[in-house]
Nanobody, 122 residues
Framework: QVQLVESGGRLVQAGGSLRLFCAAS????????MGWLRQAPGQEREFVAA???????TYSTSVKGRFTISRDNAKNTVTLQMNSLKPEDTAIYYC????????????????WGQGTQVTVSS
């Protein structure tokens, strides 16, 4: 089993920056693809970013160039650096872990955390 705990979400003004953290425990951290998903009120959960075993990253079109995902296998942590935030980035952000792939909606993901709220004011 893998346990994931997110932190760092808060209210921030549009154009500002925020850094989210995910701490993992329970299994070998480096064996998993790690990622972030988010869900806004009334909308489906959507993919944000992921980083695989070798450090290769993938981003959704909406956040590419603004967000950066990184992992530290020695510390069992994943970070999402968010810059140039927009009101449409407002959502609950979830940390996820999967043996193979983080899907577009999060369906089938092996593990995910409780989420942390990010609110971007206009």
């Amino acid at each position: 089993q893998v346990q994931l705990v997110e932190s760092g979400g808060r209210l921030v003004q549009a154009g500002g920056s925020l850094r989210l953290f995910c701490a993992a425990s329970g299994r070998t951290f480096s064996s998993y693809v790690m990622g972030w998903l988010r869900q806004a009120p009334g909308q489906e959960r959507e993919f944000v970013a992921a980083v695989n075993w070798g450090g290769a990253t993938t981003y959704s079109t909406s956040v590419k160039g603004r967000f950066t995902i990184s992992r530290d296998n020695a510390k069992n942590t994943v970070t999402l650096q968010m810059n140039s935030l927009k009101p449409e980035d407002t959502a609950i952000y979830y940390c996820a872990a999967d043996r193979v792939v983080i899907t577009a909606t999060g369906n089938g993901v092996d593990y995910w955390g409780q989420g942390t709220q990010v609110t971007v004011s206009s």
